[in-house]
């Protein structure tokens, strides 16, 4: 199970590292080129959208790293990077799979009692 939440928390923090990339960079544009109406708008908090294009990804990475030998945090930091992709990007088509993942590594890891068998 360990083995899965790092697989699960990797692959996640990188298609999430993919929306954050795209996400930041929607913002930096709007503000750099202005709003069209109805085509082009500014998000509502641009700072939480930027905050979680670096953080959410970092910390499903970080998790997933640490889920073979630190567990526990490795499923708390897994939980909270795909909490922080859903409160700051929403649940949609690109963010189902990071979400999904994040949060399947997460459980995983929580649940995992003893280390995998090699």
Known sequence: MRNAALT????????????????????????????VPDLVEQVENVRLVRAVSLLSPLLAIAG??????????????????SAGMYWGFGFNFATMFPIAM?????????????????
């Open 102 to 118: 994040a949060g399947l590594g997460g459980l995983l890891a929580l649940l995992a009692r003893q280390p995998d068998k090699a």
């Open 64 to 81: 997933g790293a640490m889920a073979r030998s630190q567990a526990t945090v490795g499923g708390v930091l897994m939980l909270a990077s």
């Open 8 to 35: 699960l928390g990797i692959i996640g923090g990188i298609i999430g590292m993919i929306v954050g990339f795209f996400s930041y960079g929607y913002t930096q544009f709007v503000e750099w080129f202005g709003e």
